[in-house]
């Protein structure tokens, strides 16, 4: 793509945002009021925006690849936080896409350098779950349904935050995993049943300290 064309895009953007409404920037210069903190692969193919059919302000997006959400991310766990305590999101999307090629990587036993320590974390995902995937056949559908559980437990590493603990408890927070079909373009709301995925590990996560409570 030619750089110069971004500029040429950008400014027929602006255009058309004006010929709408001549306050759209400055309404936007306001300030930001999303619903939705939304978690995606950096894909450049699996666009949040797009993909969701939203205006600039409606989401709070963070996006890595493959969609992980790890601890020891500060990256991650600043946004998670910003985003419950600050913003007030009252959803949080984890959204993967089936082709990821993080996931395909990590079904891989190639040396891939410093792509290592974060690929590892989707092997830990299969890991978890290696007899439902190694009882799957087909290649294709085993690479499908990992992607479905690497959401499914970033899912869970979202919910063992604090901050996420506390707005589920009250009420106000809702936790989301959903697929793209990049062959269909249609969002797949994986509908996970958290109550029967958190049974029995919870106990271990909970955080129950009054001094978190009282947030």
Known sequence: MDIEQIFKNNQDWVNDKLGIDPNYFKNLANGQNPDIL???CSDS??????????????????RNISNMVSNLDLSAMSVIDYAVDVLKVKHIVICGHYGCGGVKAAMQSKD?????????NIRDVYRL??????GIEDEEQKYKRLVELNVQEQCVNVIKTADVQIGVRQGRLTVHGWVMDMASGKLIDLKIDFEKVLEGIME????????IESK
């Open 38 to 40: 939304y978690i995606g």
């Open 45 to 62: 193919r699996v666009t949040a925006e797009e993909v969701m059919g939203v205006k600039p302000g409606d989401v709070f997006v963070m």
């Open 112 to 120: 891939l350098g410093i792509l290592n320590p974060w690929l590892r």
């Open 129 to 134: 779950h290696r007899d439902e995937l190694n």
């Open 204 to 211: 271990i996560y909970r955080l129950d300290k009054e001094e």
